[in-house]
């Protein structure tokens, strides 16, 4: 299904992404969830480009909690 999404709106790899980091970084979710869902995915440069969302979400919210 993201698939289908990605052919029709090619940043929601990004945005779907960002979102599973959110829910990473709320403890809503966890990253075994994370991977659950990559390893369902078929295309490659989506899963690619999801998970990539992720490792950034995660890590920009880690450098901004670093601030505080």
């Known amino acids: 299904m993201l698939d289908d999404i ?3 709106l090619p940043k929601a790899p990004n945005t779907f992404g960002e979102i ?3 829910l990473v970084m709320a403890n809503a979710s966890d ?3 994370v991977k659950e869902i990559l390893v369902k995915m078929e295309d490659e440069w989506f899963t690619k480009a999801v998970l ?3 490792i950034k979400s ?3 919210s880690l450098c901004w909690l670093r601030k505080q």
């Open 52 to 54: 990539d969302a992720v």
């Open 58 to 60: 995660v890590s920009e």
């Open 31 to 33: 990253f075994e969830m």
């Open 20 to 22: 599973l980091g959110s």
């Open 6 to 8: 990605g052919i029709d």
